[in-house]
């Protein structure tokens, strides 16, 4: 190799070396900018009320794609002011062991996993914390890279909130219906009355859509909702009323 070409490769490389420090530097800084962002954002959460989420705003979009108009249906309850009988329902449907564990239930992603191996139909293990960080900081899917996300949102809620925070923000942002959104708009919209006044019954079919809220409706009850209000309200009956102080 003569000396012209030496120094060819060695103005490449540092070239290359320059290009591939500056690049590490940018994502060192992206990183550091996203990880205070998002600590930031969920502790301004524990006493914020978030006023809208990823999930609503992709709705209302592809409302007015589809010349529909934007649908927003929510109003925000305080914890104290849902009633007792929708909070165990949630529980009791969506995440039993909800006041004890750490975000996330490794017995109920082991069962099912089992039962994933075993039929077509998936089925998710997806705590109250999770759903609720997905609601409230991402994007809807089923990608590993959401998922991650999803895990790191939850860990920080876990941390940052109290289980009566989550579960009062989980009440008031979820999705209940077309356009729905929290349980003051979903018992108005099918109950005509408010969620502080929700009986067991009810609660367990808001409870029991869940799953599918867009499909399904607590007042217009198929076969299959029906079915599992009633394992809800069995469930309800075996655990204690929820109370969080």
């Known amino acids: 190799m003569t000396i012209h070409n030496c120094k060819y490769f060695r103005l490449k490389m540092n070239k290359k070396n320059n290009f591939f420090g500056k690049l590490l530097r940018v994502l060192r800084i992206a990183s550091y900018i996203f990880f205070i962002s998002s600590i930031l954002m969920v502790i301004v959460y524990r006493f914020v009320n978030p006023p809208v989420t990823p999930l609503m705003v992709i709705r209302c979009a592809e409302s007015v794609a589809n010349g529909d108009g934007i649908s927003l249906n929510k109003q925000w309850l ?19 062991h909800f006041l004890t564990h750490f975000g996330f239930d490794f017995e109920a992603i082991q069962k099912a996993n ?46 940052f909130w109290s289980k009566e925070r989550i579960m009062e923000v989980y009440l008031n942002v979820i999705e209940m219906g077309d356009g729905v959104y929290g349980a003051e708009a979903a018992s108005q919209r099918y109950f005509g009355k408010s969620a502080a006044q929700l009986n067991k019954e009810q609660s367990a079919l808001i409870a029991a859509i869940l799953p599918n809220p867009r499909k399904w409706h607590p007042d217009a009850p198929n076969s299959y909702v029906q079915r599992k209000k009633n394992r809800i309200l069995e469930v309800m009956h075996k655990i204690r009323r929820v109370e969080f102080r």
Request: net charge neutral.
């Open 78 to 96: 305080p914890i104290d002011q849902i009633s007792p009988n929708l909070q165990t329902a949630v529980i009791a449907s969506e995440d039993i």
């Open 114 to 159: 089992e039962l994933n191996k075993r039929g077509n139909k998936l089925h998710g293990a997806s705590t109250i914390s999770q759903q609720t960080a997905k609601n409230v900081f991402l994007w809807p899917g089923r990608d590993w890279i959401r998922k991650g996300f999803e895990v790191y949102f939850t860990l920080l809620i876990e941390t």
